[in-house]
């Protein structure tokens, strides 16, 4: 009589993914997509600069920071040049991104996009 009895089961996110990679190999990707995020970023904020505007330079010193912690943290743990791939880019945004004014320099305020 219980032999009649159905369970539905649902599919587990691992389950939902291609079979051809294993479950590491798309933490691997979701992070490759999360820089690829970051470097929209970082564009975007160079290329508002480069317009003249005036822009934080917070979410470049952030991410920066976190290469460069993420680079020297690899590195530490057991000297692997492949991690040089984060900890000169990472030097490299943040010095980039270190704004300088010089005595009676003046910015121009965010351009605003105007509606048509």
Known sequence: MNDMVHTQTTPTVPSLLPLWLTRSEWVVVGLGVCLLGFGVIVVALFTQRVRGASVSWLPAHVIGA?????GVWALVGGFNP??????????L?????????LPGEVTRPS???TGL
């Open 66 to 70: 976190a290469y460069l912690a993420f």
């Open 82 to 91: 492949f991690f040089f791939v984060f900890v000169v880019p990472a030097v």
């Open 93 to 101: 945004l943040v010095v980039a991104s270190w704004e300088v004014r």
């Open 111 to 113: 351009p605003r996009r």
